[in-house]
């Protein structure tokens, strides 16, 4: 979801953000197939370095 509209991906996926400063960055991935059935990841962590 990028500012509140949802993105269409298949198996694999990346996103590019701009702002994004040093230190830990946490997120969650939302789901649903085609099913409609639907899921939400557990929050996330990663460190970036600039």
Request: aromatic content about 10%; cysteine-free; proline content about 2%.
């Amino acid at each position: 979801m990028s500012n509140g509209t949802p993105d269409t991906f298949s198996l694999a996926w990346f996103r590019n953000h701009t702002g994004i400063v040093s230190g830990n960055q946490s997120f969650k991935v939302y789901a649903n197939d085609t099913s409609g059935n639907m899921g939400v990841s557990s929050v996330r962590t990663i460190n970036v370095t600039l």
